[in-house]
T-cell receptor, first 113, second 115 residues
Framework: AQSVTQLDSHVSVSEGTPVLLRCNYS??????LFWYVQHPNKGLQLLLK??????LVKGINGFEAEFKKSETSFHLTKPSAHMSDAAEYFC???????????FGSGTRLLVRP | ETGVTQSPTHLIKTRGQQVTLRCSSQ?????VSWYQQALGQGPQFIFQ???????GRGNFPPRFSGLQFPNYSSELNVNALELDDSALYLC??????????????FGPGTRLTVL
């Protein structure tokens, strides 16, 4: 069965410093992996997705993630945090039945001025 | 904006009642999925419809049911509401069968409170 574990429920950074949100996955086959962001009272927005092409995936708003099969990780990074990045971030894996997405429990990112 | 809309934004019901939530997908998207997001948790897959047929279902009881219409609208119906049904309900549309590379576009959700 597929699953994702987000290692931090809360991450706090200062504006202008790097962001690292950690995600480990479990999958019985080569998975598709996603990062979604959820701002308060807004829908989920896709940041980036990995689909077995390049292992370093670039997304919107300066975010990127690296797929590491040996470590079963798909961590999300950004070189410099902006106040507008404060939100809930979800790591997601496609299910063994292709029709569903399996979400992690989320990481709340706080950006301090 | 994803082009996916949901109504109503908020809803309050009492235990035992029935509720219908609505979603309007992007034009041309044949697949709609519904998710339940309890407070402080990640969304959980309820079911998916492809061209008006249920295509897959998560671990939810039969009192959760759905419909998809040819005009790219869909409904989530929940009968015999329970307190634990209080959550944000999200719909997501995608072009075809939600394969491993198909992107799902989410609406803003309907916040259901069951008293």
């Amino acid at each position: 069965a597929q699953s994702v574990t987000q290692l931090d429920s809360h991450v706090s950074v200062s504006e202008g410093t790097p962001v690292l949100l950690r995600c480990n996955y479990s999958s019985s086959y080569s998975p598709s992996l996603f990062w979604y962001v959820q701002h308060p009272n807004k829908g989920l927005q896709l940041l980036l997705k990995y689909t077995s092409a390049a292992t370093l995936v670039k997304g919107i708003n300066g975010f990127e993630a690296e797929f590491k099969k040996s470590e079963t990780s798909f961590h999300l990074t950004k070189p410099s945090a902006h106040m507008s990045d404060a939100a809930e971030y979800f790591c997601v894996v496609s299910g063994d039945s292709s029709y569903k997405l399996i979400f992690g429990s989320g990481t709340r990112l706080l950006v301090r001025p | 904006e994803t082009g996916v809309t949901q109504s109503p934004t908020h809803l309050i019901k009492t235990r035992g009642q029935q509720v219908t939530l609505r979603c309007s997908s992007q034009s041309g998207h044949n697949t709609v999925s519904w998710y339940q997001q309890a407070l402080g948790q990640g969304p959980q897959f309820i079911f998916q419809y492809y061209r008006e047929e249920e295509n897959g279902r998560g671990n939810f009881p039969p009192r959760f049911s759905g419909l998809q219409f040819p005009n790219y609208s869909s409904e989530l119906n929940v009968n015999a509401l329970e307190l634990d049904d209080s959550a944000l309900y999200l719909c997501a549309s995608s072009l075809g069968l939600a394969g491993t590379t198909d992107t799902q576009y989410f609406g803003p959700g309907t916040r259901l409170t069951v008293l």
